[in-house]
């Protein structure tokens, strides 16, 4: 999720907040300097308790309202952290972060139509940004339309061609429509931006067994394994090739 955590400050890490202690000034910075300490101490129950003291004091904070819609994502409650962003949303309906959020929220909930409508509306508003053609993509990829998935994945290439992550999600969906050569091609520029990702050498290999090019699905195996030898699915790959 896109946040605007402050940074964490250890000497305010102990201090018990309640709602008449809030500076009612609109002076907030302890508050959320607690609240990132208690999201790196894992205590997201008591980071999310600050941020709603934040609202009942201020409810139009653009930053509790994010944090806490944050918070409430991880802890996987889709329809209360959707409360948040929805209202963000009223604040300032042209953030693209906030429609990208409220995406990753409806495809979590399984929603996949309203995730690309709301990851649409991001990309509107924020042409230029990889992650939201990636997460894009990956929605159109769970419905199965796969050449939107492609239109998709390819343009968050374009804009961010050195994350490898990009090109593992084309090739992921070049395996489904069984274009097994594209997806060893893209599986490789993974590697070539992710040599310590041995999942890919191991994908490549598969793309190669299914083009029945046995030895270089081997020798791609075998890159698995030496990159990480821990692997055990590079061995059964391995052995069934």
Avoid: W
Wanted: glycine share 4%; with cysteine.
């Amino acid at each position: 999720m896109k946040d605007n955590s402050s940074k964490f400050n250890k000497d305010n890490s102990n201090k018990e907040l309640k709602p008449e202690n809030i500076d009612q000034s609109g002076n907030f910075e302890n508050c959320f300097l607690t609240a990132s300490s208690c999201i790196l101490k894992k205590d997201l129950n008591q980071a999310l308790e600050i941020y709603k003291k934040v609202l009942s004091v201020e409810p139009d904070n653009v930053q509790a309202l994010n944090c806490a819609g944050s918070v409430l994502f991880f802890m996987e409650k889709f329809d209360e952290s959707l409360e948040y962003f929805k209202k963000l949303n009223t604040i300032n309906p042209k953030d693209p972060c906030v429609y990208y959020n409220m995406g990753n929220i409806f495809a979590e909930k399984g929603e996949y139509e309203k995730a690309i409508e709301h990851y649409k509306k991001a990309v509107e508003f924020n042409p230029n940004s990889s992650e939201f053609y990636s997460a894009l993509g990956l929605a159109y990829q769970d419905i199965q339309e796969y050449e939107h998935a492609v239109e998709n994945y390819s343009k968050a290439i374009e804009l961010d061609r050195e994350n490898f992550e990009n090109y593992v999600n084309l090739a992921s969906v070049y395996m489904q429509i069984s274009e097994f050569e594209k997806a060893v091609e893209f599986y490789k520029k993974a590697i070539e931006y992710n040599p310590g990702g041995y999942k890919s050498y191991i994908c490549v290999g598969n793309g190669y067994l299914m083009l029945r090019e046995f030895d270089n699905a081997y020798e791609y195996y075998l890159k698995g394994i030496e990159v990480n030898p821990e692997y055990s699915d590079a061995y059964l790959c391995y052995g069934i090739a």
